[in-house]
């Protein structure tokens, strides 16, 4: 199957920094990714859509000054999270959409995440 | 874009099947059904999409009635290691999906 990876898994950083997320699709092109972060015992939330060699789409409330997303090949995005505080600490994760063929299915496959913890 | 709706959690045992259902009154024409599985600290898994009728993979199967708005996710002789939240979403080619609280499901021994 499809395989997504991200790097880091997990990231400690000092308040005021900036810190780079990289999301990957092993094994397939991309054209579309998404960018989704998770608090804990929450579910997901969706943060932006990555369209490959054009801007990313935010979802409403999420600071696209903040969260910079950069999707130059088809294979991978992106994030940054700039001057980051301890409220920006949470579970970030990337998928990746699919073309299954000459059906009109598309499947979305989540990489593992990436915990984010800003002391 | 469709909301969907699923229990909060469920209880099973091991080695009984185990159905959840989820509902989507407001899919559109255009929209297919898929669901994940997720662990603590990770991504979730794909396990299974469909649009109609019944799709069966080596995991689990998905019914879906003719009118398409519920849909429901059998998990055949459950185990331990299936305890996990699994969601149910709706949405078209290279859409993006609104995660909703999803099903805790919690196996006992």
């Known amino acids: 199957g499809a395989v997504v990876s991200q790097h880091p898994s997990r990231v400690i950083c000092k308040s005021g920094t900036s810190v780079k997320i990289e999301c990957r699709s092993l094994d397939f092109q991309a054209t579309t990714m998404f960018w989704y972060r998770q608090f804990p015992k929450q579910s997901l939330m969706l943060m932006a859509t990555?369209?490959?060699?054009?801007?990313?789409?935010?979802e409403q409330g999420v600071e696209k000054d903040k969260f910079l997303i950069n999707h130059a090949s088809l294979t991978l995005s992106t994030l940054t999270v700039t001057s980051a505080h301890p409220e920006d600490s949470s579970f970030y994760i990337c998928s990746a959409s699919t073309l299954a063929g000459s059906s009109s299915t598309d499947t979305q496959y989540f990489g593992p995440g990436t915990r984010l913890t800003v002391l | 874009l469709a909301k969907t709706t699923q229990p909060i959690s469920m209880d099973s045992y091991e080695g009984q099947e185990v159905n959840i259902t989820c509902s989507h009154n407001?899919?559109?024409?255009?929209?297919?059904i898929t669901w994940y599985q997720q662990f603590p600290s990770q991504g979730p898994r794909f396990i299974i999409q469909g649009y109609k009728t019944k799709v069966t993979n080596e995991v689990a199967s998905l019914f879906i009635p003719a009118d398409r708005k519920s849909s429901t996710l059998s998990l055949p002789r459950v185990s331990l290691s299936d305890t996990a939240v699994y969601y149910c979403l709706v949405g078209e080619n290279f859409n993006k999906f609104y995660f909703g609280s999803g099903t805790k499901l919690n196996v006992k021994p």
């Open positions: 990555s369209n490959e060699g054009s801007k990313a789409t935010y």
């Open positions: 407001n899919i559109a024409t255009n929209d297919y």
